[in-house]
């Protein structure tokens, strides 16, 4: 079993910096690859950005390539999303996953993902 419990969300102004963390508890973390996903109101959850067990290898939604980071401190067992000017379109929960195979394969589907963090608010305002 794996415990994700995410941080660092907030209210931030359009133009604005957050940086969320993920920290994991319980088996091995820098085994698995890890993902942030985000769902707005009315909205499907949505593939944000992913990461390799190593942290070598990283992955983006279109949407928001170029403006966040994903990174990750095994040492830590923690996992980082760096966001960087922020929309508006932006605003949703964001969470945390984990997978439990080394494989990146079809990354940016929620289905692959085994455990899920209870999830952090982003709200952006103009």
């Known amino acids: 079993q794996v415990q994700l419990v995410e941080s660092g969300g907030g209210l931030v102004q359009t133009g604005g910096s957050l940086r969320l963390s993920c920290a994991a508890s319980?088996?091995?973390?820098?085994?698995?690859?890890m993902g942030w996903f985000r769902q707005a109101p009315g909205k499907e959850r949505e593939f944000v950005a992913a990461?390799?067990?190593?942290?070598?290898?990283?992955f983006y939604a279109s949407s928001v390539k170029e403006r966040f980071t994903i990174s990750r401190d095994n040492s830590k067992n923690t996992v980082y999303l760096q966001m960087n000017s922020l929309k508006s379109e932006d605003t949703a929960v964001y969470y945390c996953?984990?997978?439990?195979?080394?494989?990146?394969?079809?990354?940016?589907?929620?289905?692959?993902?085994?455990?899920w963090g209870q999830g952090t608010q982003v709200t952006v305002s103009s």
């Open positions: 990461i390799n067990y190593s942290g070598v290898s990283t």
């Open positions: 319980g088996r091995t973390f820098s085994n698995y690859p």
């Open positions: 996953a984990a997978r439990q195979t080394y494989s990146m394969s079809y990354y940016a589907d929620s289905e692959r993902y085994d455990y």
